[in-house]
C-alpha cells in the first residue's frame, strides 16, 4: 500500500459518511486503477475497517477502528511538516527512544513515531508510563530547531498549549495546564510530555517531544500510585474520541506554536500558555528533583524562558527553572 | 591480563627506571605467582614493550612505546574515579560516538574511552577533526552530573582549564585558552574541546566530554583548512612526552575542577579560566553559528555561566553564548 493513496481513499470513503461512493469515482480522484482500488480496500479490512463492495454501487465504509497508523493519521492531516512521515508500531518499548534512535541515524524533522501500547513507557525524571494497547496516545515527534539548549524548555511549554488546545477543540473538555508541562483536567493530570534531547553545548542536535495521553484509560489500568492523580478523557466525560484526530489536532496546534517560536515570536506562546494555566496566581509547593521543598509561596508569572516565578512569605521572588509544583489550595 | 596486574607490574618496571626487578619481588608486591608474572611479560612484549628477563636477575624494562592502553593510563593514576575505568581500541570513528553509545546502555560516570586514530573525529558543530596513528591523543569521558542543561557549558570550561594547566605541566608550553574552549599555544589551536549531552528539560542524563589533542601531528598530516591555525606539542617544540602521562595530568586537572564545580564552587574553576585566558581584554570579532558576525568590540570578562560579555563600541555589553571568536589584533 502506498503511503499516499491509503490515506486518500480512507478521506474519500469516510467524506462520504457511510454512503457509497463508485469505483469510478475513486480511481478518477485518486489516480488509480480499480485493481489498485480492490488491493487497498483489501488492506483495509485486513486492518479491521469494514469496508463493503458491491458491484455498480461501488464501496461504503461501515466501521472505522480506532487506529494510530499512518492511514488514519495522513488522512485529512492539516499540517505542512511534521508527523507527516509515520513510523507505526503496534508495540514498542517507548516510542522516545525509538525516535531517538531513528534521529540519531538521520530521521528528518517531523518524523512522527506513534504505538499503540509501550512496555516500558518513560516520564519525567526516570518515571514509568503507562500505555495499554488502544486506550492511550503515545506520540514522539523528531525536531531539530536551530535553538541552544537553554532555550529548548520552550518546545515543551508549545507543546504543552498544544495538547490543552486539541483536547478543548476535539474532546470538548476543559483542559488547563500545570506548570512546566502536565496537561490537567479537573485537577488531574491527563497527560505527560517527556521532551529529550542531545545536542552540543551551543546547539541542539535534535529533540524529540513525547506525549503521552489517556483516552479510554480506566482507574485499574493505571499504575495504583497515579490512580488519585491521573484521569482519561473517557474517565472526564468526553464523547468518544478517535485517537488520530486527536493526534492531527494536536500536530496542526503544535505546528503553529513552533513556527512562533522559531520565528522569534515565542512571547504569542507564552500568552497561550499563561491563558491556559492552573498554575499563575495559585498558592504553590515547589519540590526539587531531589523530593526536598524548594520554595513556597504564590506562581505569579512564567518568564520568557518557562521559567515560573513564585514570591515567597517574606516578598522574595524565585525563579523556578524545575521540580514539581503542587497547588496548596488542592 | 587483569585490570590491576598489568598497570602494577608496569609501574614497578617502570619505577627501576631501567633496572633489575626481581621475581621473587614482583610476586611479592603483586601477590602473584611467577608463571603469572610471566604470562604478564609476554603480554607486554606482544604490546611492543621490550621486557628482559635473565634467571636470578628478574626482569627489565628496556623500551616503553608511547600507548595509550588502559595499562599505561591506570600505571600511577592519580584520579579517585574519573578514567579508572578504560576502553581503549586502536582505531574508532569516533571516540565521543562510542562513548555516548555506551553511556546509553548504561556506562557509569567516569568511564574513558581512548583511540589510538579516530577514522571519523568530530570536531565542534559538526566539522571533522584528524586523529591519524600515533600521533594524538583522542579521549572522551562519560560524565553523569546533577546539572540543568543550561549549567553544562561550566563542563567544557572546567575542561579547558584542566587541558592547558596539564600541558603546561606535562610538556612545558605556555599553553592558554581562548573562548569557550580551545586551547592554544602561540596562538595556534592545540586541542579541541567537543561536550556532547543527552538530557530532559531540566536534567542531564549525561554528558560525554570529548578531548582532542595533537601530540607529535605533523603540519602535512593536518587538514590543509587548518594548517595555519593549528599546532601541535611536537611543533611547538615540546620535549618528548608520552601520551599516557598527559592523559593522567589531564583527568588529575579535570577531576579537580568537576568536584569544584559540582560542590558549588565554580568561581574558582571560573577564575583559573580567567587566568589563562588569551581572550579577556583582547579586541574581538564574534561570529555566530551562521558565519555572520554577531559583535566586534572588547572581550571584558566571562560570567558564570561562561559566557562572554564583549563591549561594543558604542559601549553596550553583549553577552555570548555561542560562535567563534576572533582575535583582531591577531
Redesign the interface.
Known sequence: MTSRTAPELLSLLSAAEGGWVSGAEISRQLGVSRTAIWKHVMALRAQGYQVEAAPRRGYRLVFRPDLLTPEEVLAGLATRRLGRLVEYRETVGSTNDLAKEMARHGAPEGLLVLADQQTAGKG??GRSWATPPGAAIAMSLVLRP?L???E??RI?LAAAVAVARAVREVAGLAAGIKW?NDVQVGGRKLCGI??????????I?FVVLGIGLNVTLRREQMDPAFRDTATSLALEGAAEVRRAALVQAILARFEGAYDHLLGGRFSVVLDQWRALSVTLGQAVRVLG?DGQVTVEGVAEAVDEEGALLVRDGAGEVHRV???EVSLRSS
Open positions: 519525567r525524571l536551530d541552544a539548549p537553554h529548548a524548555p515543551t512546566p517527556l521532551t529529550e534531547m542531545e545536542a552540543e553545548m551551543d546547539r542536535a528533583l527553572l524545575s521540580g
